[in-house]
């Protein structure tokens, strides 16, 4: 069972995109590949700890879509 999320698009950031691939597992990718973005994950969202995910600066990074549930965005120090 999937619930995809609602992207919330920052003016001037790459567009994170989401396809799922193998089983158990999902691309994220974003357009244009503008560099300086960073992939970051946290766990919860209240409160938040966003760290970089393991992919680091790869364009696409694919990623468990296990439990439990795990969140994205793009940042760019």
Not at 23 to 50: A, E, M
């Amino acid at each position: 069972f999937w619930v995809l999320p609602v992207a919330v698009q920052t003016p001037g950031a790459p567009m994170l995109h989401l396809t799922k691939t193998a089983p158990g597992f999902v691309t994220i990718w974003w357009t244009p590949p503008i560099p300086g973005f960073k992939l970051q994950s946290t766990d919860s969202l209240s409160p938040t700890n966003w760290v970089n995910a393991p992919s680091g600066t790869n364009n696409p990074a694919t990623v468990p879509a296990t439990l439990p549930a795990r969140f994205y965005r793009l940042f760019k120090p």
